[in-house]
């Protein structure tokens, strides 16, 4: 059964990761840090100066174990694979369907109605927990209210470039309120969030919502392998050479439900505090190793959850979604369904 | 008769047997995934091929020896054939399954396409062969009688034509698809509940729009 392995993150700079028999074994100078077996694992991410031996690279891409290397802020460098799996047949009709004009509006549509139904259902759900007066009622629910209208436009656009703008306008609303999705913390003034900025993160919470962005991206390009699609040949996100569309078309559905609320709750319930940021000279924004390790931990904790998947009406993990939403994409792709069916989050 | 290039293997037939679907998404869509059975399976058969080919007084043993027939377009590895001493002494494949012997024809079909395979590659006749069943620790004996043979050769036909195809056919879901280990790569139900239109996506937004699990939403 593919069930939801594990993710190995190896975040100890100068670690080395050895092959013996069907085990991995991770070592750091003469130190044995820990020993585990391959078949439980769905993929290996090295962080920064982490070497691995070709023994275990080989029996990765056999295992289908994908391999990926991160830079130690964790920007995506290069993944290790072997063969190119899947059938052929299936990725000339990707390959065909994302050259159809009118394919690519209807499910880029569908996909951008339900990340904006999912980012409104997170305002939402912190709305509806905030008493008469909290001040921060307000904007979540005018910020809600716009994005319901968004996905009202969406249904009418007749455009990619159209679904592209009122996707823009929607983000700008969502991260126009997202300061109040914060609890009135201790150190709240230290994680006020302004504006949404990826390079570099200007913020804590910008930092928080990119590294979970990339361990996402990561997921997404491995599921999209596994169901034996090219993750390079998107829809809403148009090619460029070594732009991985089609695992950035699939994480659009689920960033707020996985990233953005996983990374509220550890700022709410104090996993990570602002002494865990440091601030470059240039107002850049990083994690120290240990907010590193505690946002890894957290992100594999809640991949444990279960939830039952709204389409196919059946118990599974949050760690499964990526995989099952991928596998609807090839199965809508190879014709056994009519349309792509997006994860809805029913808050 | 085939070419070389168009020989698919043995295991496909057992996959054929067991289910339409996950013959196709094994062989033609090229998804794999493990469950238990799978890894146990595939553990088995790694000790079976990899020891070495031993001589007996009785006669020899041929350990993961690579076998395929151009006539039937099938290509395999046997676990085991037996040699037996003797100028008209039989050949023998022996299969190792991981379980115990089952109601449908599937490991009978699977020895019997590596005899077919061996008649082609020897010029002579086998008549019967072995599957050993590690859950009973027991031998069974397969005779290779005309009704195995056609069974045999008219799953291969279907193999190749459903092959041929490329394309997957929908699922029929049933039992047999809790221990199948493609259950997650297949959504075996997903067809059904799409053709009965139980989902649809607009609806579900429109739901979503309207939900009065959200009582604070002001506008829309």
Request: include cysteine; charged fraction near 25%; charge should be positive.
């Amino acid at each position: 059964m593919k069930t939801h392995l594990n993710t190995l993150y190896i975040t100890t700079q100068g670690a080395y990761l050895g092959r013996q028999g069907e085990a991995v074994v991770v070592r750091c100078g003469k130190q044995t840090l820990g020993h585990l077996p391959l078949h439980n694992l769905a993929g290996i991410v090295c962080f920064g100066r982490v070497g691995c031996s070709p023994a275990l690279l080989g029996a990765c891409a056999e295992k289908g174990v994908a391999v990926s290397l991160l830079t130690e802020r964790g920007r995506f460098l290069a993944s290790v694979r072997g063969f190119t799996s899947g059938n052929v047949l299936l990725r000339r009709a990707q390959y065909k369907i994302a050259d159809d004009p009118g394919v690519v509006l209807d499910v880029s549509r569908r996909i951008v109605m339900a990340k904006v139904a999912n980012s409104r259902s997170v305002l939402l759900r912190t709305a509806r927990d905030c008493d008469a007066d909290d001040p921060r009622g307000a904007p979540l629910d005018s910020a809600a209210g716009r994005l319901g209208a968004s996905i009202h436009e969406l249904r009418q656009a007749d455009a990619v470039n159209k679904v592209r703008g009122l996707e823009g306008e929607a983000a700008t609303h969502y991260f126009g309120a997202f300061d109040a999705l914060l609890s009135p913390v201790p150190d709240r003034d230290a994680f006020r969030f302004v504006r949404r900025s990826r390079r570099p993160p200007l913020d804590p919470i910008n930092a928080l919502i990119s590294f979970l962005y990339t361990l996402l991206l990561h997921d997404a390009r491995s599921a999209c392998e596994s169901v034996g699609l090219d993750p390079a040949v998107g829809f809403l996100h148009a090619d460029r050479p070594g732009k991985p569309s089609l695992a950035l078309d699939l994480i659009e559905e689920v960033r707020a439900f996985l990233a953005d609320r996983l990374a509220f709750s550890l700022i709410n319930r104090r996993q990570v505090a602002a002494g865990g940021f440091v601030v470059r000279d240039n107002g850049a924004v990083e994690m120290d190793d240990g907010t590193r390790k505690v946002v890894l931990a957290a992100y594999q904790q809640r991949k444990r959850d279960t939830i039952t998947h709204p389409v196919l009406d059946e118990a599974t993990t949050v760690g499964m979604l990526l995989h099952l939403q991928a596998a609807l994409m090839a199965r809508w792709i190879r014709g056994d369904i009519d349309a792509y069916p997006p994860f809805l989050w029913k808050g | 008769m085939f070419s070389e290039d168009n020989l698919l293997p043995i295991s496909a037939l057992q996959h054929l047997l067991y289910c339409d679907r996950q013959c196709a998404l094994i062989h033609v869509e090229r998804l794999w995934a493990e469950n238990r059975f799978t890894a146990e399976g595939g553990i088995l058969h790694r000790r079976a091929h990899s020891g070495k080919s031993d001589t007996r007084p009785a006669g020899r043993s041929a350990r993961g020896l690579p076998v395929r027939s151009l006539t039937l377009g099938l290509f395999g590895v046997a676990d085991v054939v037996r040699y037996e001493k003797g100028a008209d002494a039989p050949i023998v494949p022996v299969e190792y399954k991981r379980g115990r012997p089952k109601k449908n024809d599937c490991d009978r079909v699977q020895l019997c396409a590596q005899a077919l395979c061996l008649e082609e590659m020897h010029g002579r006749d086998l008549p019967f062969g072995e599957i050993f069943y590690g859950k009973t620790k027991r031998r069974v004996r397969v005779e290779f009688t005309p009704d195995l043979r056609r069974t045999t050769i008219d799953a291969t036909a279907r193999l190749h034509d459903l092959v041929r195809s490329g394309r997957t056919p929908p699922a029929d879901p049933g039992p047999k698809c809790d221990r199948c280990s493609l259950r997650e790569l297949c959504l075996p139900r997903l067809g059904g509940r799409v053709a009965r239109k139980a989902y649809s996506f607009d609806r579900e937004i429109d739901a979503l729009l309207a939900s009065p699990s959200f009582p604070g939403e002001t506008s829309s």
